[in-house]
């Protein structure tokens, strides 16, 4: 390559490669129990994969990992959020689950524990996501506890236009980083 020609690439290289730095991905953490670990569905079906999918389709460059672990309480979560939310993460989807009441925590009891999970994470300038909703039966799968294919598909656009919601949400407290 004649070197005019071969300096040319490399210039543009580096200015491609500095325009690809500018804007780091958002990083996204959805921290629940078996339901955001996927059971009983496909990894590529689970809600966490299938929102960082909407999410790029949206044109948000935004990367999302699931910390689900299976059988997991509110209360594990909180004792494990420091390590399930590397440092770094702009937004957790909390999905808590009923573990907590199948296995006999009262709903105050769990509902002082998500929100200490929340309250912690928020110290740590960590956006978050409460996703909670009581589903009905037909959104469940034949076990009445764990997510069809579908309703993962369902959860993964709701949680989407929540954070595109949330990334366009002007700072309102001076604690929380912008995603903007």
């Given at each position: 390559m004649m070197p005019l020609l071969r300096?040319?690439?490399?210039?543009?290289?580096?200015?491609?490669?500095?325009?690809?730095?500018?804007?780091?991905?958002?990083k996204i953490v959805a921290v629940g129990a078996s339901n955001t670990s996927g059971w009983g569905v496909s990894s590529q079906?689970?809600?966490?994969?299938?929102l960082q999918t909407i999410l790029r389709q949206r044109g948000i460059d935004a990367t999302v990992v699931?910390?689900?672990i299976i059988g997991s309480?509110?209360?594990a979560m909180l004792g494990l959020i420091d390590n399930l939310v590397p440092d770094g993460t702009n937004i957790v989807?909390?999905?808590?689950?009923?573990?907590?009441?199948?296995?006999?925590?009262?709903?105050?009891?769990?509902?002082?524990t998500i929100a200490a999970i929340v309250d912690r994470l928020q110290r740590r300038h960590i956006?978050?996501?409460v996703y909670d909703?009581?589903?009905?039966?037909?959104?469940?799968?034949?076990?009445?506890?764990?997510f069809t294919a579908a309703t993962h598909a369902k959860i993964a656009k709701t949680l989407a236009d929540q954070i595109a919601d949330e990334l366009n949400k002007p700072e309102t407290d001076q604690n929380m980083p912008s995603l903007k």
């Open positions: 300096g040319f690439a490399i210039a543009v290289a580096l200015i491609l490669s500095a325009r690809a730095g500018c804007a780091e991905a958002i079906d689970a809600f966490p994969a299938r699931s910390a689900g309480t509110a209360a989807v909390l999905q808590p689950g009923g573990n907590d009441l199948r296995l006999g925590s009262s709903k105050e009891q769990r509902a002082a956006r978050v996501i909703p009581e589903f009905p039966r037909s959104y469940l799968a034949w076990d009445g506890i764990h």
